[in-house]
C-alpha cells in the first residue's frame, strides 16, 4: 500500500527542523519529501526524497521548480518551512482539484494578511477577535504609548519573521529611534510584570532584541494539552479545536471561522478546503487571551509543545490525510517521549548528488 506522501519546503529552516523531528513517532508510516534552496541542509538527509530549489526570491524560477516537483512526486500534503514562501505556495496549490495536494495555508486570498502584522491586527478587529492594540502611523504609536505606556513590542510590518528585528522598547528614547527607522509596528508588551526591572538594565539605541528574551517563555512552560495551551499559541485545526478547551484554543476556532468567510477569500481557490493558523499569544490574568501574531505555518516551538504532549504536526496528519487517521491521538497519551533534534553525518557524495542533479534519494545512502 503506498503511503501518504508529505512535501516539505525550507527544511534548512528552524521550523521545518522542527516539523521533522515531530514526525518521528509515525515516520514509518509516511514518504517525506523535502525541498531547500541550499544542498547542505541537514534536515534533507532525513528525507525519503530532497531536491534542490532556487531561492524564494526568484519566484518565477521557484513556482516552476515546485510545479515540476509536485508533478513528479503527486504529494498529498503540502507543508510550508517559511514564512516567506505563504503567499507563492497559496497561489501554486489552492486553484488545484481537490484530489491534488491540499496545501496547509489560507487560500491566495487570505495569504497577505499574515505576512502584514499590521493587516493582521486590523483583520483580527474587524472580526471581534482579541489581538493587542496594535499601531503604524505615528499619530496611533503617541495614542498607544498614552494608553499602554512603556514597554511596547516594535516588530517590522512586513517581515521579521524567527523574531528577527523584533524589539522591545523601554524608553522614550528607543521609541523615537524606532520611528524614524520606519517600517515597524508597534505593539503593547503583554508579558509578565517582572521582567521590567531586567529590561530596565539593558541600554540599547532600538531596545532588546526579541529573540533574547527567553524569560518570557518560562511563565507559560506548562503550555500543553492538559493546561489547554496556557500562554505562547496554539495550533487549531478544523475540527479539531472543539475538542481542546480554554480561551486560546477558542480564539484559534473563531479565527479559522473568520478566516473562512472573509472577504479576500471569496471565490479563491479550494473551497471549503480545510487549513491550520497558529495563534501566538499570552493568557491574561483574567484568564482572557489574546494574541500578538498570527501564522500561516508550524512555528520554531512547535517541537517544545510536542515534548509537552500537543504534537501538533501528528494531529495535522490525522485530520487532513485520511489514510492516517487511525494514527494515535498526539494528546491522548499520559507521557511523550522526544526525540530532540539531531545533526549528523551524511555520504560523503550526498551533498555533490544534490548540488549537481538537483535531487537525492534516500537510497543514495546504500553502496
Not at 72 to 86: F, I, S
Request: with cysteine; hydrophobic share 45%.
Amino acid at each position: 500500500m503506498k503511503k501518504p506522501s508529505i512535501l516539505i519546503t525550507s527544511v534548512g529552516s528552524r521550523a521545518a527542523e522542527g516539523i521533522l523531528a515531530c514526525l518521528a513517532p509515525v515516520r514509518d508510516r509516511i514518504r517525506v519529501i523535502a525541498t531547500n534552496s541550499v544542498a547542505d541542509a541537514p534536515g534533507l538527509y532525513d528525507a525519503d526524497v530532497a531536491y534542490l530549489v532556487p531561492p524564494t526570491a526568484h519566484e518565477v524560477a521557484f513556482a516552476q521548480r515546485m510545479t515540476e516537483i509536485a508533478g513528479l512526486e503527486a504529494p498529498d500534503l503540502v507543508v510550508n518551512g517559511r514564512d516567506e514562501e505563504v503567499v507563492m505556495l497559496a497561489h501554486l496549490f489552492a486553484h488545484e482539484p481537490l484530489d491534488q495536494p491540499v496545501f496547509l495555508g489560507p487560500r491566495p486570498g487570505l495569504a497577505p494578511i499574515f505576512n502584514d502584522k499590521y493587516q493582521t491586527a486590523a483583520f483580527a478587529r474587524e472580526h471581534g477577535l482579541p489581538f493587542v492594540a496594535t499601531a503604524f502611523a505615528e499619530a496611533e504609536v503617541r495614542l498607544l504609548l498614552a494608553t499602554s505606556g512603556l514597554p511596547v513590542v516594535a516588530k517590522p510590518r512586513a517581515g521579521g519573521h524567527a523574531s528577527r528585528d523584533v524589539y522591545v522598547l523601554t524608553t522614550p528614547e528607543q521609541v523615537e529611534a524606532a520611528l524614524q527607522h520606519g517600517g515597524f509596528v508597534f505593539q503593547a508588551f503583554v508579558g509578565e510584570g517582572r521582567l521590567g526591572d531586567s529590561f530596565r538594565s539593558w541600554n540599547t539605541r532600538l531596545g532588546i532584541p526579541w529573540m533574547w528574551n527567553p524569560p518570557q517563555l518560562v511563565p507559560h512552560a506548562g503550555c500543553g494539552h492538559r493546561s489547554q495551551w496556557r500562554g505562547g499559541g496554539g495550533m487549531c485545526v478544523e475540527g479539531r479545536a472543539r475538542r481542546q478547551r480554554g480561551a486560546a484554543p477558542a480564539t484559534a476556532r473563531h479565527a479559522r471561522s473568520a478566516c473562512a468567510g472573509a472577504s479576500p477569500c471569496a471565490g479563491s481557490g479550494r473551497g471549503g478546503a480545510p487549513w491550520a493558523v497558529n495563534i501566538q499569544g499570552v493568557v491574561l490574568p483574567d484568564g482572557s487571551f489574546v494574541a500578538f501574531e498570527w501564522n500561516a505555518r508550524f512555528v520554531g516551538s512547535t517541537p517544545g509543545y510536542a515534548l509537552l504532549g500537543q504534537n501538533q504536526v501528528v494531529a495535522a496528519l490525522r485530520h487532513f490525510l485520511p489514510a492516517l487517521s487511525d494514527l494515535p491521538d498526539p494528546a491522548s497519551s499520559r507521557a511523550t517521549v522526544f526525540r530532540p533534534l539531531v545533526f549528523r553525518g551524511v555520504p560523503n557524495d550526498a551533498i555533490e548528488l544534490l548540488r549537481e542533479n538537483g535531487q537525492w534519494q534516500l537510497e543514495a545512502r546504500v553502496r
